[in-house]
């Protein structure tokens, strides 16, 4: 639980928002993922909510918690916000398959339970 109380929204931003991308790519392969616009453009504003939230954490807490990489996270953000023309969809199909379930538990111990 974060002690910032500040920390605790984007953490929860972070939490929902890699939620949302297992769930939407739930009983997808990647062909499906490559073939689809709408789901690519989904996955792709979720993880930039992801990075933006991240942002939002602060460096204290970040330093806390290393085990989460911060910066390959805003930095994945920055891309897909401003070189999006340099997207490479099979690169974002395999982080999410190997990176977004893990992220999920981590952030599952760090975020309080909501009311």
């Not at 062909?31 to 954490?57: K, P």
């Not at 099979?90 to 999920?104: A, C, G, S």
């Amino acid at each position: 639980m974060p002690s910032n109380p500040n920390d605790a929204a984007p953490l929860w931003d972070m939490l929902d928002a890699a939620r949302a991308i297992m769930d939407f790519i739930t009983e997808k392969k990647a062909e499906d993922y490559f073939r689809d616009r709408m789901l690519r453009g989904a996955v792709e504003r979720h993880l930039e909510i992801i990075g933006e939230a991240a942002r939002g954490v602060s460096e204290s807490f970040r330093a806390q918690h290393p085990e989460i990489p911060w910066r390959r996270i805003i930095g994945l953000r920055n891309i897909l916000a401003h070189e999006y023309g340099e997207i490479k969809h099979e690169r974002i199909w395999d982080l999410v398959i190997r990176d977004i379930p893990d992220l999920i538990h981590l952030l599952t111990v760090l975020v309080p339970p909501s009311d």
